[in-house]
């Protein structure tokens, strides 16, 4: 079984953010940068399982700049056969998904996996782009998946419960919490990953469909405030006042 | 009852972009680590530090992550990385607790090391990779009850017996001894010359009772070795090395460890004062914003990246094996005496919150307190450092 998975790289969760340029752009300035967990953590890890269970090969893709090798690496230090970088800034989900798309068509993959989303801007739209664009299917929210030759039966997290589905390979997979547990690198991995191959492929020269004009941070949340207990009037005042609940 | 744990918000200092000069090897070992730590260590520590117990199941999770001899070669169950990563995997570690470094540097520096370097091939297989992989627990026992700073003074003796040596003596303040399945233990023949061996645990007349009440390190298990009529098969006695040289040359890569260890505790001492500073308020504005809080952030973040600087310029020569242990000793001396001045000053910016366990401040500044006296005292290094410049000894 050959995965391809494709990992994105993220600020790290306790990041300050900010942004420059009229609050056009995010200032990366001072910002530690990690794989996003859900690639991570469940997808990397899911693949790695597979090919442990049904033997094969397991491929990491990201699409940006050389910057972007560091987290490339961890994904080779955890166990990734092999990388692929295309080597072009990330700017919107479709350019990124065509990318992908373009380079999963010159291999012989039986399942593409990745996060159900990025941490920084929500992004969840790649995994159908890319199955659209390669005309297969794609599962979406997978919180458990069993494979038997080339049939996967697939659990998927819904609203209040789980659906059970059932799909043929090749297919796009988009992975949940409980898919896999998290694996930390270990030194031999990051020193074997430096052995491994990291190919870097031009860009195919896809254009971006969206560009983005500005980021608003939410306001600042305002402090607790405490009311004595003896004084309910207040306590009242407050909730229907300020808080505007009652 | 259990209390709800803090989350780890720990975040790396870097004032002067010294991240530049480490490799990506080097990059991903700390990122790796630092996961491992607030997964599996922060969690815990504070209960297990107030308990006075040791978290041993930490032990396999150590070995599995490669923090037992990552810079010895792979085949010995090492991770055949260069000394500056093995730093950078004890000042993460040490972020996280003085003893769960200690018990990793042991095992790594004191157990493994000297096994590589002075046993026989034999031996070599037949210990490292199970130490390597945690299988096996390691101690090393240099230090008697009466003999720390002067270790050639030892009393602990072994005599020929023909076809093994006979075994007696005392160590005292051993980590991991107590659970430990071997000890390497440094002796004197009947010449008088110090010699080193594997003595294992269940070899007759061997015991490590444990040492209890310490206030530091007490998430680390410490205790003695009691030799009495000790049978040790001569194979188990390292053939090439004879003297103090050898011990030493242990502890040196132990010290080297402590030099960057102590980086860790003082930045996680440094990162929990800088962010309480900003969120404490006080007189109407958060106490960061007061001079004297600023001074004592702006002097530990000053004598952080100094350590940083020393331990980075270190590890070079030590990559180069061109570290002298005179150049090792300043750097332990120095970098253990910074981070215990920024536990103690961190506490002061966490006002009474600091004394408590809700943030890790007290337990590192208690666990410093260890870590200023172990592998040489600070006298004792500055003494190292005096004899390098002057050329006369004053330790006697």
């Known amino acids: 079984m050959n995965s391809l998975v494709c990992i994105s790289k993220t600020p790290e969760t306790t990041a300050k953010i900010s942004f ?41 893709i990201n699409v940006g700049p050389a910057s972007n090798d ?39 993959f039986d399942l593409i996996y990745l996060g159900k989303e990025t941490i920084d801007y929500n992004g969840a739209e790649l995994g159908a782009m890319i199955a659209e664009l390669l005309d297969i299917a794609y599962i979406s929210f997978a919180s458990k998946m069993e494979v038997d030759g080339n049939v996967a039966k697939i659990e998927r997290d819904i609203e209040g419960g789980i659906e059970v589905v059932e799909v043929q390979t090749p297919f796009v997979i988009s992975a949940a919490k409980g898919l896999a547990e998290q694996r930390i690198p270990n030194m031999r991995g990051i020193m074997m990953a430096k052995r491994k191959p990291l190919e870097v492929v031009p860009s195919s020269s896809v254009q971006a469909k969206v560009s983005v004009k500005e980021y608003k941070l939410p306001e600042m949340k305002s402090g607790v405030k405490l009311v004595d207990p003896d004084n309910m009037d207040e306590l009242v005042r407050l909730l229907s006042e300020e808080a505007k609940v009652i | 009852m259990h209390k709800k744990v803090a989350q780890d918000k720990y975040q790396h200092h870097d004032y002067y972009g010294i991240d530049a000069l480490l490799t990506e090897d080097h990059l991903l070992a700390r990122s790796a680590v630092r996961e491992w730590v607030k997964k599996e260590v922060s969690p815990i520590i504070e209960d297990y530090s107030n308990r006075a ?62 096994i590589y370097r002075y046993a026989s091939e034999e031996q070599k297989q037949k210990y490292l990779p199970k130490l390597g992989s945690g299988e096996y627990i390691g101690c090393f026992g240099l230090t008697e009850p009466d003999h720390g700073s002067n270790p050639s003074g030892m009393i602990t003796n072994i005599k020929d017996m023909g076809d093994h040596y006979l075994l007696n003596g005392s160590k005292m303040w051993i980590t ?36 209890h009440g310490k206030w530091s390190l007490r998430a680390s298990i410490t205790g003695e070795l009691v030799f009495e009529d000790v049978k040790v098969p001569k194979e188990n006695v390292f053939p090439d090395i004879k003297g103090l040289k050898g011990p030493l040359s242990c502890l040196s890569k132990a010290r080297y460890g402590i030099a960057w260890g102590a980086i860790g505790a003082a930045l996680d001492c440094y990162d929990s004062a800088l962010r309480y500073s900003q ?57 253990v ?54 050329g006369f000894n004053a330790f006697k």
């Open chain 2, 337 to 390: 005496d910074m981070a215990l001045n920024i536990a103690r000053e961190a506490r002061q910016i966490h006002g009474g919150m600091g004394i408590t366990n809700e943030y890790p401040v007290m337990r590192h500044m208690m666990n410093l307190e260890t870590v200023l006296t172990y592998e040489g005292t600070h006298d004792i290094h500055l003494l190292i450092t005096g004899m390098d410049v002057t």
């Open chain 2, 53 to 114: 117990a040791c978290p041993t199941h930490l032990f396999k999770g150590l070995a599995d992550i490669g923090a037992f001899g990552p810079s010895l070669p792979m085949e010995y169950g090492g991770g055949g990385m260069d000394e500056i990563a093995y730093g950078i995997i004890m000042q993460e570690l040490e972020r996280g607790d003085s003893g769960i470094r200690s018990m990793a540097s042991v095992q790594g520096s004191l157990v493994m090391y000297p």
């Open chain 1, 70 to 108: 560091v987290v490339i690496r961890k994904a080779l230090a955890i166990g990734a056969d092999k990388a692929v970088r295309v080597d072009t800034e990330a700017n919107d989900a479709f350019q990124v998904a065509s990318e992908i798309a373009n380079y999963a068509k010159t291999g012989n």
């Open chain 2, 176 to 211: 991991n001894s107590p659970l430990a399945d071997i000890a390497v233990v440094w002796a004197k023949d009947e010449e008088g010359v110090i010699r080193g061996m594997v003595v294992e645990k269940d070899m007759p007349g061997f015991s490590a009772p444990e040492i």
């Open chain 1, 20 to 60: 420059n340029d009229n609050n056009s752009q995010f200032d990366t300035e001072g910002v530690q940068f990690i794989m996003n967990p859900y690639d991570e953590w469940y997808a990397l890890v899911r693949a790695l399982e597979a090919k442990e269970q049904h033997g094969g090969e397991v491929t990491v």
């Open chain 2, 279 to 335: 969120e404490r308020e006080q007189f109407g504005k958060p106490i960061g914003a007061f001079q004297l809080t600023q001074k004592k952030l702006a002097e530990m973040i000053t004598e952080i990246t100094k350590a940083q600087l020393l331990a980075w310029r270190l590890g070079s020569l030590a990559n180069d094996s061109k570290a002298t242990p005179a150049q090792i000793s300043m750097a332990k001396r120095n970098n």
